[in-house]
DNA sequence: TGCAAAAGTAGCCTGAGTGCAATATAGCTC
DNA sequence: GAGCTATATTGCACTCAGGCTACTTTTGCA
């Protein structure tokens, strides 16, 4: 075997971001419903057999692009300095992305990000698509804040949820608003006011927003 | 029109309830992926078209007898008494719930329920469709909350997936756990338990189980 | 009884995804 | 460097979900 990686795996590597990069370059010019898979095959020059080891399904050869971000939220807290609470190290790694305009965060208005929003948002398998990328991203950070930050499993199991579909609210809100035209730079301020409502809301409970009691 | 509902009105409602019928015993005979949707058909007596105008995806086969629990956490925060919040309107419904064993807080054992939580639960295509389910509930309880709490929209936004979050993952580890053979009576404590906790952390914060600041 | 609208049917078609058996190739061994 | 083995790739045939269109039946109303 090589120092670190064969020959086949570097193959293997490069197949696959081919067959991704004709799926995607397809998709977007012709909307995701209108393009079967076979045209990907030929197109990346593969057998449509092949294409389907590589993405068991069709949406698969949107949403693995995000599949390095389902474990963020986890790989977040984990990674945090001492003496950093959880829901800091998240506020503030979101809010930085917020600063970046990190695609992520849903506020990025660059066309071929918009077009990709574009495409999720506007087909019903993408975007279901999308929720599974929530259940695992609950999971990761559910097993991040058991271990590393000694919650309760039941705490870390009830927190988790709350506090990844606060942040798929805000990247989607974020991005819906791109996708009806808004300038990511004009909607920044308003992004990070969201973002610090919803942290405050993470962090103090609904009790202090009127809601409960 | 006759007083209430024609002779077409009730003929639907009646084939619609023999098409589900027929697919839910099949189904729990054989698996969900093992059934063909003609095969179905065949046993409700109607053709393969008329079982997709009444039900246009397989999927929904299932997930439709959910479907009237979707607006659930909408209608009792709408519907709750003068004075009451909306956290307490919602907890004292789910303990409620729990203490009837209804089937949707998940803490039922009885052979039908505990045959369909193993399918949905055992069936990717069905665990992925009852997401969708929780999005409608989402946007269903921000609008109660908007509407008849008086929330600012970004609150009820944000507040609305924390707490639909939470139910899910309230009545999915209840479900997971008759799955894996536990009595509905002896887990009803500890169901209880967990289901406070979830409403305290909601209320209560985060910072208060020492996750955040 | 007759008619318009709605419900159901029949059959055809596209396309996702699977199973299998055959071929090709990377990387190891002697 | 010839051969072996494990893994990648392929072609083909097949099942099934779901949609389209044109045709028939039934219902509700006149």
């Known amino acids: 075997m090589n120092e670190q990686e064969g020959l086949r795996e570097r193959k293997k590597r490069r197949t696959r971001e081919t067959i991704s990069e004709a799926a995607i370059a397809l998709f977007l010019e012709k909307g995701f419903d209108q393009v ?3 045209e990907v ?15 068991p399904k069709k949406e698969d050869l949107v949403v693995h ?6 474990t963020e939220a986890g790989r977040v807290v984990a990674a945090r300095q001492d003496g950093v609470s959880p ?5 503030e790694h979101f809010l930085d992305g917020l600063s970046r305009h990190d695609p992520i965060t ?17 087909t019903p398998a993408l975007a279901a698509r999308m929720q599974q990328y ?14 590393t930050a000694g919650s309760p499993a039941l705490t870390a199991e009830l927190a988790a949820p709350q506090i990844i579909s606060v942040l798929w609210t805000l990247q989607s809100t974020n991005a819906a608003l ?36």
Chains 1, 2 share one sequence.
Do not use: K
């Open 36 to 38: 079967p898979v076979a």
């Open 41 to 55: 095959a030929d197109r990346a020059e593969v057998s449509r057999r092949t294409l389907f080891t590589y993405f």
């Open 65 to 70: 692009r995000f599949a390095d971000h389902e």
């Open 87 to 91: 829901l800091r190290a998240l506020r």
């Open 106 to 122: 849903g506020l990025n208005d660059r066309p071929d990000i918009l077009a990709l929003y574009r495409m999720v948002g506007g």
């Open 134 to 147: 929530n259940v695992n991203a609950t999971q990761a950070l559910a097993d991040a804040l058991r271990d």
């Open 178 to 213: 791109m996708r009806a035209g808004e300038r990511a730079d004009d909607r920044y301020p308003h992004a990070v006011e969201a973002a610090e409502h919803g942290f405050a809301l993470l962090a103090g409970g609904l009790s202090a927003a009127g809601l409960g009691g």
